[in-house]
Each structure stands twice: as structure tokens, then as C-alpha cells.
């Protein structure tokens, strides 16, 4: 049999599609497709023509280079879409769970003690970026909070950037501090750190802020260093091409949605604040976020503060309700959740870098504490 011919238009611009791209690749390696990528050349001469696409299958997006998604429909050809307004006439479509980024960002945020927040979304309101807000304004609501969203500007505005700079940094300036703020993805995060430092306000003791997509290149070069919620887009890209794989053999696919998912916080200097009456718990709190989980222990905790145990117990429970060791728990029961959704490190492994004596022990405690075993964790469970 020959190998399927593979047509992939994405807008690798963004660096979501990029790492669905990835996932598509190792597919495609897997299982012998032949690939082609439709790319623009810098000189501006177009790389694939349209009118003469020959390919079995088409994994492409809305406002692609290419627009290939409309000839695949016309021709009949196989498409996987990678856009939730192209529905129609695709076999399966990838689309981005926003209720789990929301969820994962008001968490996040709550656990550090903030009851202030704020929104800021994609500059021109697009639809999943009003889901985002959606979900998280219904996630702390929940918690019994509200969240104020930043206006999207008129066209006019929006093109006038000191403008668009001015006015974010007054609405920033106007929240109740100290606040957080959801930004609906990590360039408009750098944003908002840009307009709070031309507000005067601190990030994170004044504003807090968090992003969404884990890019390291704008979040760790960031001042200072931007928090997102890491995505399983690379996971996502490799379900979509077995989606397509499927059809391309007359079968019907197993997803015919195909959700990408927030997985975890990668949680970096842009919201080490916690907040609270008691300087000393908040400092505890602080470095219990910070610390290598292996290495994480109250004997440890309570040196770097230079206090009893009982001093510490007590005034940790009467502000957080818990107890330093049940924290530091918790802190290697979530540490080690998210190594088994993002990584294929097996468990013996998982529980050494997280501080349990094996993976038998670590396994007990994930039944207490999340009433499911380790594997249940694992994104093909």
C-alpha cells in the first residue's frame, strides 16, 4: 500500500500550532505518511498552489496560508479542522478546551490567597477568548468571587498602540489590590506587565499575572517571568492526525472532537505572591511553591524560617486551614499529577522526583487525595 499524502496548512505563526505540528510530525513518522507543509517563502512567492493540491488527507486550519481547508471540502478530500468554525464537511476538529485553562488559572491564583481579579483577553474579542472569560469568571464564582474584564477597544483604539498601552495600564491601576489577572494568552500577559510598569504597579505585589500557552520564549525572558498554564497541544495534533489517519482508510475516527486541554501551571515569578495577615505564613506558603518537591520536608521548612514547629502549625492553620506538612503534601501529590500528564516518565521515577518513598506509597496517597489511582492520570487513559 502507498503511503498517504499529507497536505498540513497551518498558521505556524502562533506557538499552539506549532506544537501541534509536532504531535502531526510524530505521527506521521509513525505510521509512514508522506508530509507536505504548506509554508509562504519570504520572498513572498506562494510554496504550494491550491488549484493543484494532490493529497489524501488535510489537516488545516481557518485563515491558514494557504486556505486549504476550502478546496479539501470542495474536493472531498479527508480534512481535519483545526478551527471551531470550520465544522461542516470535516471528518474531526480540534478544539481547545478553554473551561480547563479557566479552571486551572482560577486555582492557581486562589491558592495564593488573592480575591481580586481581572481579565484581559485577545485584542479583538475572538470567540475563544470570550470563552476564557466565560469559564473563569464561572470558576470563581463558584468560590463566591467576581472578575472585572478589560473592554476590547474600537478598531481605531486598538490601532493606536500608547493609546491601547494608557488605557490598559488606568484599567489595571483602577483594580482592588493586590489583584490577579487571567490573560487570555502569554503575548497579552507581556502586555499587561508592560502597562502595569507604566502604571507604577508591581508584578506580582500589586498585580499578579498569568498567562496561557507555556511559551518559554515570552514567558522566561519576560521581567519578571511570566506564570501560563501549560497546554497538551502536542498530544492534541497526535490525536488529530489519528483522526485522520482513520478516514483516510475509510474508517470512521474514534474522536470526532478532538479537545486540547490546560494540564498544569508552570508557575514562575509573575505570581509568587501569596496573600494573607500573617507575613511569616505567607513566606512559609512561598517557599513550600518554590522548592524542589524531593527535597520538600517541614524539618526543612521550619530551618529556612528559623521557628518551632508549633508556632508555625498554629498560625498556618488559623490563616489557611491546614497544616505546613498537609501543604507540602499536597504540593508533591500536584507536582507529580502533572509529570504523569506531561511526560511518559514512569511512575517509580515520577515518585523519586517528588518525594515519596515509592511508587506503591505514592499511589496510596493519590487514592486519599484524588480518589483515583496514578495511571488514571495518564493522557490515554
Known amino acids: 500500500m502507498k503511503p498517504f499524502r499529507v497536505v498540513i496548512d497551518l498558521n505556524l505563526s502562533s506557538f499552539t500550532a506549532q506544537n501541534h505540528l509536532r504531535g502531526i510530525l510524530r505521527f506521521a513518522r509513525e505510521h509512514g505518511w508522506e508530509t507536505s507543509i504548506a509554508m509562504r517563502r519570504e520572498d513572498g512567492v506562494w510554496g504550494m498552489d491550491a488549484r493543484h493540491l494532490a493529497a489524501d488527507g488535510v489537516l488545516a486550519g481557518r485563515g491558514s496560508p494557504f486556505g486549504l481547508e476550502r478546496v479539501a471540502i470542495r474536493r ?25 485553562v479557566a479552571r486551572l488559572a482560577a486555582e492557581h491564583l486562589l491558592s495564593r490567597g488573592f480575591r481580586s481579579f481581572g481579565f484581559v483577553g485577545e485584542e479583538n474579542g475572538i470567540a475563544w477568548s470570550r470563552e476564557r472569560l466565560a469559564a473563569f469568571r464561572r470558576a470563581l464564582a463558584a468560590r ?3 472578575c472585572a474584564a478589560y473592554p476590547i477597544l474600537p478598531a481605531a483604539r486598538r490601532a493606536d498602540l500608547a493609546f491601547a498601552r494608557r488605557d490598559l495600564a488606568a484599567w489595571l491601576a483602577r483594580l482592588p489590590r493586590p489583584a490577579a489577572v487571567l490573560a487570555a494568552y502569554d503575548i497579552r500577559a507581556r502586555h499587561v506587565l508592560e502597562a502595569a510598569r507604566a502604571a507604577g504597579l508591581a508584578v506580582p505585589a500589586d498585580v499578579a499575572v498569568i498567562g496561557v500557552d507555556d511559551d518559554p520564549l515570552l514567558c522566561e525572558t519576560a521581567s519578571p517571568a511570566i506564570s501560563s498554564i501549560a497546554m497538551d497541544t502536542e498530544d492534541a495534533g497526535y490525536r488529530a492526525a489519528a483522526a485522520l489517519d482513520a478516514a483516510m482508510r475509510g474508517e470512521t475516527p474514534a474522536e470526532s472532537v478532538v479537545l486540547f486541554r490546560g494540564v498544569r501551571v508552570a508557575a ?10 500573617d507575613p511569616l505564613v505567607a513566606r512559609a506558603r512561598a517557599t513550600i511553591a518554590a522548592a524542589d518537591p524531593a527535597a520538600l520536608s517541614v524539618a526543612g521548612l521550619l530551618a529556612g524560617l528559623g521557628v518551632s514547629r508549633r508556632t508555625l502549625e498554629l498560625r498556618f492553620r488559623a490563616e489557611t486551614g491546614t497544616t505546613p506538612g498537609r501543604a507540602i503534601a499536597e504540593t508533591k501529590l500536584r507536582r507529580a499529577r502533572d509529570l504523569l500528564r506531561t511526560t511518559s516518565l514512569a511512575q517509580e521515577k515520577i515518585a523519586a522526583a517528588c ?3 515509592d511508587a506503591s506509597h505514592m499511589g496510596h496517597l493519590f487514592r486519599i487525595h484524588f480518589g483515583a489511582a496514578p495511571s488514571s492520570f495518564r493522557p490515554s487513559s
Open 76 to 100: 472531498g478530500i479527508p480534512l481535519v479542522a483545526f478551527d471551531a468554525r470550520i465544522r461542516r464537511g470535516a471528518v474531526a476538529s480540534l478544539l481547545c478546551d478553554n473551561a480547563s
Open 355 to 357: 518525594g515519596f518513598c
Open 144 to 146: 463566591g468571587f467576581s
Open 268 to 277: 514562575r515569578a509573575s505570581t509568587a505572591r501569596f496573600v494573607g495577615l
